[in-house]
């Protein structure tokens, strides 16, 4: 596809769960940004990839939280032993460097 | 530390008012990039300012990039229920650093 894409688009976990979210970026993106997002809240920064080089995870908010890219493509979020706090949209966006950054549609994760 | 600091963080008016949001920083930037969001989308990009005391015309929407390149604004004019939204301004901080956003809400 042309754009950023990220699924799930909605997902309901238990609390105590693990959970995994995807993002693909736009092919020859080399920057991938993870953010979060509460309802009717701005954007939380959580990571940054950018090509090869060490991601800043300055964002994530605890040592639940992980991310992983392979190379410049695909993306993945976990969060592990989810609280109910994690409910929240997971937005994901890529840049070619810091150029217009683009959005997937995002994943609302629901913790009960 | 945000490195964006966007106000008034909610904004509620009238059709057919018009408004101005700000985006303040500390830092210096090449250039600063506005997105709206939409409820249920991701932001997209509206426009990006360069040049310091630069002002760009988006239909009804005003951008002004900061004579010091510190600082920009969004004018919206005639606001429409449409313009409803969040808006976010970004800037390069080794990252692309976003403010938190304002929350713009137009009442028919």
Known sequence: ?112 | TQLLEQSPQFLSIQEGENLTVYCNSSSVFSSLQWYRQEPGEGPVLLVTVVTGGEVKKLKRLTFQFGDARKDSSLHITAAQPGDTGLYLCAGEFNRLAFGKGNQVVVIP
């Open chain 1, 1 to 112: 596809g042309a754009g950023v894409s990220q699924s799930p688009s909605n997902k309901v976990t238990e609390k105590g769960k693990d959970v995994e979210l995807r993002c693909d970026p736009i092919s020859g993106h080399t920057a991938l940004y993870w953010y979060r997002q509460r309802l009717g809240q701005g954007l939380e920064f959580l990571i940054y990839f950018q090509g090869n080089s060490a991601p800043d995870k300055s964002g994530l908010p605890s040592d639940r939280f992980s991310a992983e890219r392979t190379g410049e493509s695909v993306s993945t979020l976990t969060i592990q032993r989810t609280q109910q706090e994690d409910s929240a949209v997971y937005l994901c966006a890529s840049s070619r460097d810091f150029t217009e950054a683009f959005f997937g549609q995002g994943t609302r994760l629901t913790v009960v």
